[in-house]
């Protein structure tokens, strides 16, 4: 670690569903529902650098992902804001497996 007050972690596992399947519901906020909290805003498309969505998990508190950069059905990289000043850099990897499979990777 470089900073006291810092961690890394980078969660992955294999998903067994298409590399599509796993970037819709990473990128296409109608599909949101999966991770369980109110989306606030957010754009009417498919996610793009630049976009910024606003969560809503509980009365009063709010959550933000900005989009940095997309690379269709790879990489989707965010800065994530949480309450309490917490921010995260966030790098989504979908890499493919075999033809039903990929392995979804958090940094």
């Known amino acids: 670690m470089a900073d006291s007050d810092s961690f890394e972690t980078c969660p992955t596992d294999v998903?067994?569903?298409s590399p599509a399947r796993v970037w819709e519901l990473l990128t296409n906020p109608a599909r949101f529902d999966w991770l369980g909290v109110?989306?606030?805003e957010a754009p009417?498309?498919?996610l793009?650098?630049?976009d910024r969505l606003v969560f809503g998990p509980?009365?009063?508190l709010r959550l933000s992902w900005d989009v940095l950069s997309v690379e269709p059905l790879?990489?989707?990289e965010l800065d994530v804001k949480v309450p309490l000043g917490i921010r995260n850099h966030e790098v989504v990897v979908v890499s493919?497996?075999?033809d039903g499979s990929?392995?979804?990777t958090f940094n």
Request: some cysteine.
């Open 48 to 50: 793009a650098a630049g």
């Open 58 to 60: 509980a009365p009063g």
């Open 96 to 98: 493919p497996v075999n």
């Open 102 to 104: 990929c392995r979804v």
């Open 74 to 76: 790879r990489t989707l």
């Open 38 to 40: 109110k989306v606030v």
């Open 15 to 17: 998903v067994h569903a």
């Open 44 to 46: 009417a498309r498919t």
